[in-house]
Structure formats: structure tokens, C-alpha cells
């Protein structure tokens, strides 16, 4: 193109370099919105009648590739310009950093489109949400760590874009001194919680809206990120808590193979009343709830003491939330039965009851 420029000021029309460069750079770019809108034109028929995967990617992307195809026509009208060297060789550079980071905008949305579309197969509101749980649990540890590569590797392209950051990178990996045992050292968490991340993503001892018992707290896992796991705690409060915290310590996930649990109800009461009858009202209350699943129902005498009975209650439910709720409506409806039908099995101290006897016996004797 410069040499086309010349033959045309040898023919006696005289250009400046900056009307001739301004000339370059608006028929490329007019070339290549051309070629981008006949491409994505092709493109959009082309997945008219595929997956809808496809049809958002093609969408989605169409912006930025117009940029970046921009980009990449702009450093080639820099280079066939008549620009100086130094002029030339800067524009070049930073388009090639516009490029670079384009196409990781690029991957991150394509990333978020195919993730998108393939969670919504899976629905965590429904009765049974176990799979849908795992697969969540999985894509969104994913994501984090391919959102943290993609970053990485786009600020590492960027970087050795500059000579004197590379050149000062190879000097590094060649050394392997001090300075990388500094870098490994401050890098630790980070790397830590890493690992972790892609540990808890193949094992899964943790899922989104996983029940858990942590901490002395009981909440559902609302979260997880690439470094940290935020809790959501019964009373609303957050509980966060770093991705390594669950591989090295123990905590409780009541959630890991089924939603379902057993409650446990303890009554204590006076010896004098019939197990039979408490055992035929939890019976009663169980199958008027809509909280019970009709799965486990048991009702046994536990323990002995000096002066109560300890009686057990096992009923379970569907989840968790529905388990604790079904426990308070057991205890709520057998305490108001016993109240009103065996107001005399309710604790006492037979000791005191004995005294009063005696003392009402010489009151009505004297």
C-alpha cells in the first residue's frame, strides 16, 4: 500500500502521509464491517434451526468480534500505512492488547452462555433437587476456576506483549531462586483454596443448597465461589467460610445423599400414663400433617428415670425445613393431648405432692 502511495505521488497527485493514512485506515475498516455483517449473516442462518446454545452464542458475540476484527484490521492498515516506524509499532501494540483482551471477553461469554443454557435443565426448587444440586455444584466451581484462567491467561498475554516484562518472566522461570519461593509462599492461599475448589467439585462433600451443620451454626449453602463458600444461616445471617475449611475440617451435611431426614421428638412424662394412648395420638398427629412423607413413624420408651419415663418420637420428612416444622407440630399436639387427657402424666415431684397429702390429712383431723 505504501508503494501504491508512492506511484501515485510519482504521477504528480501529491498526498500528505496523514490524508493517505486517514484513507487506509477508513477503506479497511470499511472492509472488514463488510465481511463481519456478510459472516454474521451466514452465520445467523446457518444456526437458525440448531440448539438455542447457538443461536445466543452467534448473537451474543456478534459485538465483539466486530471489535475484534476491527482490531486486528486496524493493525494491519498500521502496518501498510504510511506511518513512521515508532507511530506504526504502537498502534500495532495496542491493538494487539484490544485483541487479546477481546477475545478473553469473547471466551468468558461464551463460557457464561453454554453454562447458562445447561443449568436450566436443573431445577433446585423441585421436591427432589439432589441431582440437580450435584450438577449445579459442579458447573459453578467450573466456572470459577475457568473465569480465574481466563483472567490469568489474558493478563499473561498482555504482559508479554511489553519486551521488558517477558524478558524479565524468562529470567524468572530460568533463575528459580528466591524470588520463586517468595511467589510460591505468597501464592499459598490462593493456590490452596484453588485445589480445593477443584476437590470439592469431584468429591462434592458440599452442594449448592446443601443443609449443613457447621460451625455451630445450622444453615444452606447459598454460594460457591473459587475461594469461599457463603452459608446462608436459618436467621438470615451469612456464614462465609474459605473452600479449604471443608476439606480440613469436619462439619455436618444433612443433605449429601437424600433431602429426606428423620426428627426426633423427646417427651418426658410420669410413669402412671399409657404409652399405648401417646403412642396412638403421635400416630394420629402423623397422618393428619402434610409435613410427614409417610416414610419413617416410631414411637418408643427410650429410657427410664427416678422419676419420669423418657419417650422417643421418630418422623421423618422431605427435607430439613419440613423436619423441624413437623417436630413443632408434634410437640404443640401432643403436650395440648396430654394436657387435656392426662393433665397427671406431666413431671411432678411425688415427694411434695406426698407432703401436702399429709398436711391437708391433720388439717381436716384437727
Known amino acids: 500500500m505504501s508503494d501504491l502511495v508512492n506511484d501515485i505521488r510519482a504521477q504528480g497527485i501529491w498526498l500528505p502521509d496523514w490524508v493517505a493514512s486517514i484513507g487506509i485506515f477508513a477503506v479497511v475498516v470499511a472492509l472488514s464491517l463488510f465481511f463481519h455483517r456478510v459472516a454474521f449473516r451466514l452465520l445467523t442462518r ?36 504510511p506511518l513512521t516506524e515508532y507511530q506504526a509499532s504502537t498502534l500495532r501494540h495496542v491493538l494487539l492488547i484490544a485483541f487479546i483482551i477481546l477475545v478473553a471477553w469473547m471466551a468468558k461469554t461464551a463460557k457464561h452462555i453454554w453454562m447458562t443454557v445447561y443449568l436450566r435443565r436443573f431445577k433446585l426448587d423441585a421436591e427432589d433437587n439432589l441431582f440437580a444440586r450435584k450438577h449445579v455444584t459442579q458447573s459453578r466451581i467450573i466456572e470459577r476456576i475457568a473465569d480465574m484462567i481466563i483472567v490469568v491467561v489474558t493478563i499473561s498475554a498482555c504482559m508479554m506483549t511489553f519486551d521488558a516484562v517477558k524478558q524479565y518472566g524468562v529470567s524468572l522461570l530460568a ?29 462434592q462433600p458440599i452442594r449448592i443448597d446443601d443443609a449443613l451443620l457447621v460451625e455451630g451454626e445450622w444453615g444452606n449453602v447459598e454460594e460457591i465461589t473459587s475461594t469461599y463458600v457463603v452459608v446462608k444461616i436459618w436467621d438470615w445471617r451469612r456464614l462465609v467460610l474459605p473452600l479449604s475449611y471443608f476439606i480440613e475440617n469436619p462439619f455436618q451435611n444433612w443433605t449429601r445423599e437424600s433431602a429426606s431426614l428423620i426428627g426426633t421428638v423427646m417427651i418426658y412424662l410420669d410413669y402412671s400414663v399409657p404409652v399405648s394412648a401417646i403412642r396412638a395420638k403421635a400416630e394420629e398427629i402423623l397422618a393428619g400433617s402434610k409435613l410427614w412423607d409417610r416414610r419413617v413413624a416410631n414411637v418408643a420408651v427410650t429410657d427410664f428415670r427416678e422419676s419420669v419415663m423418657e419417650i422417643r418420637i421418630l418422623a421423618s420428612a422431605s427435607n430439613s425445613g419440613r423436619t423441624f416444622d413437623l417436630r413443632c407440630e408434634i410437640r404443640e399436639k401432643l403436650i395440648d393431648f396430654i394436657q387435656r387427657e392426662y393433665p397427671q402424666a406431666l413431671p411432678q415431684l411425688r415427694a411434695m405432692l406426698e407432703g401436702r397429702e399429709e398436711r391437708g390429712r391433720k388439717a381436716a383431723a384437727e
Open 175 to 203: 533463575s528459580a531462586g528466591v524470588a520463586g519461593i517468595v511467589v510460591g509462599l505468597a501464592l499459598q492461599p490462593v493456590l490452596k483454596n484453588l485445589f480445593a475448589g477443584i476437590q470439592l467439585a469431584i468429591t
Open 46 to 81: 446457518l444456526v437458525a434451526s440448531r440448539d438455542i446454545i447457538w443461536r445466543s452464542l452467534v448473537s451474543r458475540l456478534e459485538g465483539m468480534a466486530r471489535l475484534a476484527i476491527l482490531a486486528a484490521a486496524l493493525g494491519f492498515a498500521a502496518t501498510i500505512s
